[in-house]
């Protein structure tokens, strides 16, 4: 099992892990044309020569990044796929120099795990939540914000 930057082949995967969970209102959808823009920010998880896992990277000033559609295929949880792709996003993170990097999840306990502690949403920056202008739930988000302070690399 490794974590690396994604390919262009892994978009239909991508695609198809987000918007598995999107339709369980678990995470935001995200189309093709989407992924296809932002793909430079995403890790796959491949195990066995398939993509069990992703989750992008989104620098959103000098000083935080976020975290964004982690997903693991159902079938590879409790592998330590998503463990695995935190860390790559948090070593990704320290290399581009960014302290500080934030989750909204419904699962902080999972990241917690990882070392990030909760957070009051109305503590980020507005730009956090541009995806929010999207999101059914905008109006009763259930979702916790989590952040992790981390040493860049020099």
């Known amino acids: 099992m490794e974590a690396r ?20 209102d678990k995470m935001l959808f995200r189309s093709m044309a989407d992924i296809y823009e932002n793909l ?3 890790i796959v998880a491949e195990l066995n020569g398939s993509v069990a896992g992703c989750c992008a990277l ?29 860390n790559a996003a948090l070593e990704r993170a320290a290399q581009l120099g ?28 507005m730009k956090v939540w541009s995806d929010c202008a999207k999101c059914s739930k905008q109006q009763k988000c259930d979702e916790i914000a989590v952040i992790k302070t981390i040493s860049p690399v020099s």
Not at 6 to 19: C, E, F, H, Q
Not at 61 to 69: F, G, P, Y
Not at 98 to 120: R, S
């Open 5 to 24: 930057s994604a390919k262009i082949t892994d978009a239909k995967a991508i695609y198809s892990l987000i918007n598995y969970y999107a339709e369980q």
């Open 40 to 42: 430079q920010s995403f």
């Open 58 to 86: 989104q620098v959103i000033w000098s000083d935080l990044a976020e975290i964004k559609s982690l997903a693991v295929n159902e079938a590879n949880f409790n592998k330590g796929i998503g463990r695995l792709l935190v």
């Open 98 to 125: 960014v302290p500080q990097v934030v989750a909204l999840t419904l699962y902080p306990d999972f990241f917690k795990k990882a070392g990030f502690e909760e957070i009051q949403m109305d503590k980020l920056p």
